[in-house]
């Protein structure tokens, strides 16, 4: 199992946490599963619940209702920094 570490701007702010608290619910609660399943497989999570952009730089994928919410992330070791 990877480790999970959510970025943290120089002033401390959590921009995941704040953009995930503006989502609805049934949104937060997919984030938290494909996180949770992030953590678990790792680089062997694949489409459609990620992609690979570029220069290391993946994306989390999810829908609720009619939009697409995408989260950041890239892989540091046994780390996986969101």
């Known amino acids: 199992m990877f480790h999970l570490r959510l970025f ?3 002033e401390g702010d959590c921009l995941v946490l704040n953009s995930l608290r503006e989502m609805p619910t049934q949104a937060q ?3 938290h599963t494909r ?3 992030l953590a678990e497989l790792g680089n062997r ?3 459609p ?3 690979y952009l570029r220069d ?3 994306e ?5 209702v ?3 919410y995408r989260m950041l992330y890239f892989f540091a070791g046994e780390k996986i920094v969101v």
């Not at 989390?60 to 609720?64: A, N, P």
Request: charged share 40%.
């Open 8 to 10: 943290r701007d120089p």
């Open 29 to 31: 609660a997919k984030a």
């Open 35 to 37: 996180m949770e399943r």
């Open 45 to 47: 999570l694949a489409r």
């Open 49 to 51: 619940e990620c992609d």
């Open 56 to 58: 290391g730089i993946y």
């Open 60 to 64: 989390l994928r999810w829908r609720f």
């Open 66 to 68: 009619k939009v697409q």
